[in-house]
């Protein structure tokens, strides 16, 4: 089991920025990929960014320039720098841990961001 909690959610204005973080503990893998989704109400879950322990990062075409994912492997912790929100960008979102291959996935409860415009 791997346990995940983000922290870093609020409400801010149109033009503002956030820093997300998450931090992961239990049965981690040393290798491994931790990420970010977005859920706005009535919408999919879609993927943001995510960062592998190995240094790789990939991000969903739509988040490249305004969204950026780091992470700091020593704390297993990993972060989403968001600029420029707008208030399309409300909604919940959630940390994912995925294993090495892929067969074990791990969510966070998701923290709410709002942004007013």
């Known amino acids: 089991q791997v346990q995940l909690v983000e922290s870093g959610g609020g409400l801010v204005q149109t033009g503002g920025s956030l820093r997300l973080s998450c931090v992961a503990s239990g049965n981690i893998d040393s290798i491994n990929a931790l990420g970010w989704y977005r859920q706005a109400p009535g919408k999919q879950r879609e993927l943001i960014a995510e960062?592998?322990?190995?240094?790789?990062?990939n991000y969903a075409d739509s988040m490249k320039d305004r969204f950026t994912i780091s992470r700091a492997n020593a704390r297993n912790t990993v972060y989403l720098q968001m600029d420029i929100l707008k208030p399309e960008d409300t909604a919940v979102y959630y940390c994912?841990?995925?294993?090495?291959?892929?067969?074990?996935?791990?969510w966070g409860q998701g923290t709410q961001v709002t942004v007013s415009s």
């Open positions: 960062s592998t322990s190995g240094g790789s990062t």
């Open positions: 994912r841990y995925t294993d090495y291959d892929g067969e074990h996935i791990f």
